[in-house]
């Protein structure tokens, strides 16, 4: 195992009340970081605070926020910013409703892109200013697998999912020149309230049609850990280590490319 020694660093993590958004920042909180959970569930909140308490003696914080209201949301974490900073901000919400391309609105569209662009905007504009100042930051948007390979009952995670993705690319170009890195992890079947919630529509829906003949499945194993390793891949991210690997690997994928005597 790599040693991820993350002790001084403040996090702040969204949708962090419960499923993988709490999983990332119970593990952000035990290689050592101060973790600030972003969530509209206070009691979850305080539970987890508590946990997070006896597991790294460490205190950690949270502040109450509506997704679905992206005006009083920016209102809540730019008046957090005034005083704080962070040098680690996962970008995470709950997730828009389901629904195929013909079944959602243009108000459902209105509102997935502020619940998942509008608000992960807002919060990492405020991030930035300190960790530019402070010359480090990590940003790591929490989208998901549809990005690669849209499912049909989920026309507004897999639209505004995208521009979420497409985005943070963007700023990684800018935001570089300050040692501030960007990624996205692109969270696929992991077993939470939302899969299943969203696995129950999906057959419904599919049951109650008489077009349907023949279906396209999820073949394999939802999992927390792999090669019996607990799944970090975000707290793996945040690592000052992953980025220099990620730059030889791709320093020595271009010299192949382009240096013919390589």
């Known amino acids: 195992y790599m040693k991820i020694n993350l002790k001084s660093k403040k996090a702040l993590v969204g949708g962090s009340s419960k499923g993988l958004g709490y999983a990332v920042a119970k593990q952000l909180a035990i290689c050592g970081a101060i973790v600030t959970m972003v969530s509209r569930n206070e009691s979850l909140l305080k539970k987890n605070i508590i946990e997070l308490k006896k597991l790294t003696g460490n205190d950690h914080n949270y502040i109450l926020v509506d997704y679905n209201n992206a005006k009083k949301y920016k209102e809540i974490i730019d008046d957090f910013f005034k005083t704080n900073s962070v040098d680690i901000l996962i970008n995470n919400t709950q997730g828009p409703p389901a629904g195929d391309v013909l079944s959602v609105s ?13 608000n992960t905007i807002s919060t990492s504009m405020a991030a930035l200013k300190g960790m530019k100042k402070n010359g480090w930051g990590r940003i790591i948007n929490m989208t998901s697998v549809s990005v690669k390979e849209p ?4 026309a507004l995670s897999n639209t505004i999912r995208s521009a979420v993705t497409s985005w943070g690319k963007t700023l990684s170009i800018e935001s570089g020149k300050h ?7 692109l969270t696929g079947f992991f077993n939470t309230e939302r899969l299943k919630e969203l696995n129950s529509e999906k057959a419904k829906k599919f049951i109650a049609s008489e077009k349907n003949g023949a279906e396209s499945i999820f073949v394999g194993k939802v999992r927390n850990e ?37």
């Open 226 to 262: 792999n090669d019996g390793k607990k799944v970090a891949a975000v707290t793996y991210d945040a690592h000052d280590a992953a980025v220099i690997k990620s730059f030889q690997s791709i320093c020595i994928d271009a010299k192949n490319k382009f240096d013919k005597n390589a």
């Open 106 to 118: 243009e108000l459902d569209y209105e509102n997935t892109f502020n619940l998942l662009f509008q």
């Open 179 to 185: 040692n501030i890195t960007v990624n996205n992890i």
């Open 151 to 154: 499912l049909s009952y989920l």
